[in-house]
């Protein structure tokens, strides 16, 4: 659901005080977990119209992104799980007062065009996965999230034993969804951020929310970044009711105090 976002006082005011476009366009230079990455380019390119701001992001898993901080890379912006971000704010790395709640994004079915899933209660879905002859969900090994979280959705349903024996780890995202497109694997978990990620394969809908597991993201400007405006312009701009859908259609939900 889409709360009202509200930043603190100082950053607040400091956003008030800025010009809608600016007079020298810059360039913002955001860091993100991969799964936000789709949503944010179609609002940002909005966002670049309205200001002259060009934003340019870099999506990569949540395991590579705590590697580029920890390495010293430089961005205005970065947007990442929120267990990473707390601990890199404990480090000092976040200018004070910026690490805020932004999106999350749950579980859910992927399975072949025109393939029907019933996933309206507990029960039919566990019935559904005990009924798929194959099942597939993102090997974690990669430093990603998702195959952790769908193996906490089964445990929450119950089936890790029983599905065991039928699963496909997918290495690879798109390979993974291919088979499901194939017929050779009939439902994968994934986050419903990244289904469909291949031709042929709908978004069946979320597993239901007594068994959900998120993924929870984390927004924060970097100590480096000493002109931090623009940045907390785009987070406002990605914060606003219109682009809402462009969330939804992502498989997100913006989220926020």
Request: charged share 20%.
């Amino acid at each position: 659901m889409f709360r009202h976002f509200h930043f603190p006082p100082l950053l607040a005011a400091a956003i008030l005080l800025m010009p809608v476009t600016s007079a020298a366009a810059s360039e913002i230079k955001v860091l993100n977990a991969n799964a936000l990455t789709i949503a944010m380019k179609e609002i940002a390119a909005d966002f670049t119209k309205e200001t002259g701001d060009q934003v340019s992001f870099v999506g990569v898993s949540p395991g590579l992104v705590e590697q580029r901080i920890k390495a010293g890379e430089v961005y205005d912006l970065v947007i990442t799980a929120t267990a990473s971000a707390e601990g890199f704010e404990k480090d000092g790395r976040w200018r004070a007062g910026t690490r805020r709640p932004l999106a999350r994004v749950g579980i859910g079915f992927a399975v072949r065009e025109g393939g029907k899933v019933d996933l309206s209660t507990i029960e039919s879905t566990r019935k559904a996965l005990l009924d798929a002859k194959t099942i597939t969900y993102s090997d974690s090994s990669g430093g990603g999230l998702s195959g952790t979280n769908a193996q906490k959705v089964l445990a929450n349903l119950g089936l890790t034993d029983a599905v065991k024996a039928k699963t496909r780890l997918s290495g690879n995202l798109a390979d993974g969804q291919a088979l499901i497109a194939k017929g050779e694997i009939d439902l994968g978990l994934f986050n419903l951020s990244e289904i469909p990620r291949a031709a042929g394969v709908v978004r069946a809908g979320p597993v239901p929310a007594g068994v959900q597991v998120y993924i929870d993201y984390d927004s924060a400007v970097p100590v480096t970044n000493v002109a931090p405006g623009g940045a907390l312009a785009l987070l406002k701009f990605l914060h606003r009711p219109a682009a809402l859908p462009v969330w939804d259609k992502a498989g997100l939900e913006v989220v926020g105090e």
